[in-house]
């Protein structure tokens, strides 16, 4: 089993459709990344979570400790947002090192 | 401010050729530095991380190195490239202070 798991794997949505990604981990964490990767393979840090909740624009990153469970959520859903996302824990041990899970391709259909 | 070069973008390489990916961090020093890669439709996995000039630590057995020969350079090398070895190389690193986390572009890199 999988440090880190996401679902769903894909997900296919409906332009202004409210989006919601899962991460659920087994490992102790320091913090929690939630990333987007573009079809060129870059790489961007959407949000860094420790506790609670954050929210950038349209885009909300929750998290439960006790749980040990996340979620990304997406609203007004746009063919813009189409990419992969992915959930990646930095582990208590040293060094900060990153876990990722396998990554959602969303696509948001016009 | 603080960026991260990586290059090349894209590499298309001989089974057994060497290899040499670099990546350089600007605007912070003595970072955390790591090169994952990403095997065609897996997910993104560590191979080597630096916490310090000559340190290297490897996660996984594998035909790669790793060396730091300044603080803010990363150097991915292979004497022998593998099919194996095809994949998207991500240079990463860490600002002690802020603990964000930060993404070179990428290199992928493809053996033939």
């Known amino acids: 089993k999988n440090e880190v798991e996401q679902s769903p794997q894909n997900l296919t949505a409906q332009e202004g459709e409210f989006i919601t990604i899962n991460c659920s981990y087994s490992?102790?964490?320091?913090?929690l990344h939630w990333l987007q990767q573009h079809p060129g393979g870059g790489i961007v840090s959407l949000f860094m979570?420790?506790?609670g909740k954050k929210k950038h624009g349209r885009l909300i990153a929750t998290i439960n400790i006790q749980e040990k469970h996340s979620s990304l959520h997406i609203t007004a859903s746009h063919p813009r947002d189409s990419a992969v996302y992915i959930c990646a824990v930095r582990t208590i041990q040293g060094a900060q090192k990153l876990v990722f899970g396998q990554g959602t391709r969303l696509t948001i259909n016009p | 401010s603080q960026t991260i070069h990586q290059w090349p973008a894209t590499l298309v390489q001989p089974v057994g050729s060497p290899l040499s990916l670099e990546c350089t961090v600007e605007g912070t020093s003595n970072p955390n530095l790591y090169w994952y890669r990403q095997a065609a439709g897996r997910g993104l996995q560590l191979l080597f991380y630096s916490v310090g000039i000559g340190q290297i630590s490897s996660e996984v057995p594998q035909n790669l190195s790793a060396s730091r020969p300044q603080d803010r350079q990363f150097i991915l090398s292979s004497k022998k490239l593998l099919l194996s070895d095809s994949g998207f190389y991500l240079c990463?690193?860490?600002?002690?202070?802020?603990?964000?986390?930060?993404f070179g572009s990428g290199t992928r890199l493809t053996v033939v």
């Open positions: 990463a690193w860490v600002s002690g202070r802020s603990y964000g986390y930060t």
């Open positions: 979570l420790s506790s």
């Open positions: 490992v102790g964490i320091s913090a």
